[in-house]
């Protein structure tokens, strides 16, 4: 966690705008195609780093949450996200993807580009679906975009050891190789898909309605 420092976020803030708004407003046609998502506009973005993503839903008219460990990262999300945080339908949040309770219910919660293998491990991996689980509103949808895994990407498995060892992240091992459409399954989630996409997984699953 140390490693999302003020000089990381800033380098983060300003190199990671394009994957955003590449990846979400595909995020938000999946999700509007969804029952709930043809009228719920609420968004948890879990692990939402400095922000970008929810400032193109805030710019769609959606409410959002911002969760994140990092004070750098959250600075930055702030103040992308100002007009909104000053108009009261963005706020971000600080804390622990694994350990968390909000008063708000969401339609939509994503977590995007690698934050699950950030966790320490599986009991933190289980304890945040939980977490999920409990601030969707009935037949919300969680999309995670991930790393790929070494079952459905064995061709990449020389990349993912190589990340391994130029990133400090103690899970990312255990989870190539953990059963995440099993922890899902297992938190209480249905309907789970998951498709790789180069090196990224993405799965979507939805709590029940
Ligand atoms: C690679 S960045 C992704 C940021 C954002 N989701 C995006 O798509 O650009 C990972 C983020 O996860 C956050 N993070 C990692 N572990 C976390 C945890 N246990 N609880 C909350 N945030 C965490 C980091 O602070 C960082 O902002």
Redesign the pocket.
Known sequence: ?QA?SSAFARIYNER?VE??RHVAPILRAFYESTALGAENRHLL?L????G??AVHFLEHGYTVTG????EP?LRYACKNAAPYVAGGQARFVQ????DFALDERYGLVV?????LN??PDEAALRACFACVYRVLEPGGVLVLADSIQLADSPQFSVAMENFRRAFHEPYYPDYIRDDIDARLSAAGFQGITAESHFMARVWAAQKTP
Do not use: E, R
């Open positions: 966690m999302y990671w994957h955003a973005d692990c939402c780093g400095t970008q993503l969760f994140d460990f990092s990262m804390g622990d993807a694994s977590s995007t580009f690698d934050v950030h966790l």
